[in-house]
């Protein structure tokens, strides 16, 4: 805080243009978005300079221009920037794996406040607390409860649940690692493997011209069923399947008329428990028809899909 920076963008598309400024804040959490560590600035930031770089006067990239909180809609003095290091894990993943790898235990946390640490036996409000684990997850598997208080992560102190969200994240999925947790008035160490975050995973390839693919459901993308996503798309408890959360207009699947936040209960009289379990039916299959039973807002109902008749 306090080191002089410089913004570089395109404001209003008027040309590359600097702006001079300090760091206000790190750490900042601005935006209605899940992974946030903003870089907070004066540096006059408008339209057109998202993607821009901010720089140290060194000029060190030391984070990208990404957002304004204005009422304006024009620079009022909060800019904010992706720190380098958070671009850099997205930029590696991206080159690796062709799409961004994020770490997942299974828990669902929130902040821990003065009053909470108070009456979980706490002396300071440090922390995150669990007040769900995910079924069979990962966090399950190492015993963690609702009710316990992440302190640290792979040695790292975590000061609120922000922190355990961008931590877990950046773990390679596949590595164990130690966890320090507070339960019963007293401090213990459990080991988590860390897996990879299940959310958003495609049944099958995007590009339905591949006629050597044995894959069927092209274009659709589905995430398993937890406490988050069915009170995102309104999913009764008692439903269980897959919910697709895209579907290329394109696709044969569209086509169908699947549509997103609609819950695959079956695929080809086979049950569906999992996005897991979509994939694995929808891998490797001699018949390009494919019989869906679906449940969505308007009740459950069955769909075939061709994708010999793709867009």
Excluded: C
Excluded at 56 to 66: A, E, M, Q, Y
Excluded at 224 to 253: C, F, H, K, M
Aim: proline share 4%.
């Amino acid at each position: 805080m306090g080191d002089v920076v410089l913004a570089v963008g395109n404001p209003f598309g008027l040309g590359q243009t600097v702006t001079m400024g300090i760091i206000s804040a790190t750490g900042r959490v601005a935006l209605d978005l899940k992974y946030q560590d903003f870089i907070q600035t004066d540096a006059a930031i408008n339209p057109g300079n998202s993607g821009g770089a901010l720089v140290d006067t060194d000029g060190r990239l030391i984070g990208v221009n990404t957002a304004i909180y204005s009422r304006s809609g024009g620079n009022e003095g909060i800019g904010l920037a992706i720190p380098t290091d958070l671009a850099r894990e997205v930029m590696v993943s991206l080159v690796k794996d062709g799409k961004v790898t994020r770490g997942y235990i299974g828990v669902h946390i929130q902040p821990l406040t003065a009053a909470l640490a108070k009456q979980f036996e706490l002396k300071s409000d440090k922390g995150a607390l669990v007040d769900e684990v995910m079924p069979t997850s990962p966090a399950a598997k190492a015993g963690l409860q609702n009710g316990d208080v992440i302190l640290q992560l792979n040695g790292k102190t975590i000061a609120d649940a922000r922190r355990l969200s961008l931590e877990v994240a950046g773990i390679a999925p596949g590595e164990k690692i130690p966890m320090r947790i507070w339960r019963d008035g007293a401090a213990r160490t459990v080991d988590v493997l860390v897996k990879e975050m299940p959310g958003e995973g495609p049944l099958a390839k995007n590009d339905s011209s591949q006629s050597d693919s044995n894959d069927t459901l092209n274009g659709v993308a589905v995430t398993d069923l937890n406490a988050q996503t069915r009170r995102q798309y309104s999913v009764p408890g008692r439903i269980q399947g897959a919910v697709v959360t895209q579907v290329e207009p394109a696709s044969a699947a569209a086509d169908a008329g699947l549509k997103e936040g609609d819950v695959i209960l079956e695929i080809n009289k086979h049950p569906v428990r999992s996005a897991e379990d979509a994939v694995k039916l929808t891998s490797n299959v001699k018949d390009k028809i494919t019989l869906l039973h679906v449940w969505s807002s308007s009740g459950s109902h069955y769909l075939v899909v061709d994708e010999g008749k793709a867009g």
